[in-house]
């Protein structure tokens, strides 16, 4: 019930002692009228729902149950008085968190058996080579080295003894400056005259150079929140890589279809072009269904069901009488035939 620090909004138990004018414990307050108040936020005083309780036997030390409500604030104070003679009020400020220690180590705890199990599931599934890929982008890889890099570079831009100001100052300082010749160096003789134009094209370049290292510095904060965006969406990328490459199925499954596979094939090519080959064949023979009919007798067949005296008018007449039957008309009589 009690926790470290005090959880926001949430109904806990407070320890304490009551002491008198020498600082010794005061026993019996808990019957003595006592009177506990709370304030959230330094608003005014209220009553607690519940009254102090001494802790067996006359220890002298109390606890008192506060409710979610009385816990409510950023900052709550507890103030207790009692009737006894000689007491102390007593005063208890809390400042209170989202999360108790115990919660937060469950939260630790619960990220850390994750990081672990990513990294075992990035050791079982993609080996350690791969593993080396994703850890050199993230986690102090090359990405988090070059964002110190450009921070770095960036700090020494802005250096006060050595940065791009301190050298356009030195640049500058140079205008003017008197020269005179001495040994070894400088003489009147061979003196040729500075190129002034290409100095001046040197300090515009550094005052650019000077302003653009300004804006850096000055945009410096969101500089890192940006790259630290940019990192986190590559490690939601590699996330969501993780995610599709963990349901892949494991090796040997994958090898046992890549055989069938092939088993397939091979059996494929040594079956289907055998078969394709035997069509072909009777195709490119098509004289081997043809009907031989060279030994029919057709025209003594037909002979023989005409009868004597039968000629092709003769069916042909049938034809026209059938026809005319099938009107429902009464055949027309006919040279040499009876209806």
């Known amino acids: 019930m009690a926790s470290f620090p005090m959880v926001k909004n949430t109904a806990t138990r407070i320890v304490f002692t009551i002491l008198d004018s020498d600082g010794d414990p005061v026993t019996g307050a808990a019957a003595d009228t006592p009177d506990s108040e709370y304030s959230l936020d330094g608003g005014p005083f209220t009553d607690t729902a519940d009254e102090i309780h ?27 008085k009692t009737a006894t003679a000689g007491t102390k009020t007593t005063v208890l400020v809390f400042y209170t968190a989202a999360q108790s220690l115990d919660e ?16 075992g599931h990035i050791t079982a599934d993609y080996g350690a080579a791969q593993k080396g890929v994703l850890d050199d982008l993230i986690d102090g890889g090359r990405l988090d080295l070059l964002i110190d890099a450009i921070i770095t570079y ?8 050595n940065g791009l100001a301190a050298i356009k100052a030195e640049v500058e300082g140079l205008a003017g400056a008197a020269m005179r010749g001495t040994d070894n160096a400088l003489l009147a003789v061979g003196y040729t005259a500075p190129d002034n134009a290409g100095i001046a094209t040197l300090l515009t370049r550094i005052t650019a150079a000077v302003a653009l290292a300004s804006s850096l510095v000055t945009h410096d904060t969101e500089i890192k929140a940006l790259l630290a965006t940019i990192a986190g969406y590559i490690d939601t990328e590699v996330g ?40 072909q064949a009777d195709l490119d ?28 008018e003769t069916l042909k007449l049938i034809k026209e009488l059938v026809d005319e039957l099938e009107t429902g008309e009464k055949p027309k009589p006919r040279a040499n035939f009876r209806i």
């Open 54 to 80: 001494e802790i067996a036997t006359a220890s002298g030390i109390y606890y008192l149950d506060l409710t979610a409500d009385e816990t409510n604030g950023d900052v709550v104070c507890i103030q207790i």
């Open 104 to 119: 937060t180590d469950a939260v630790v705890d619960s990220i850390l058996a994750d990081t672990a199990a990513i990294d």
């Open 285 to 312: 023979n098509p004289d081997q269904y043809k009907a031989n009919v060279a030994a029919l007798a057709l025209e003594a067949t037909l002979t023989a069901i005409k009868g004597a005296g039968w000629t092709e």
């Open 240 to 279: 969501s890589i993780l995610a599709i490459v963990n349901n892949l199925p494991d090796g040997g499954a994958l090898t046992a279809l890549l055989a069938s596979i092939a088993s397939i094939l091979t059996d494929t090519d040594a079956t289907i072009p055998g078969l394709l080959a035997i069509i």
């Open 154 to 161: 960036v700090d020494l831009i802005d250096d006060a003894t």
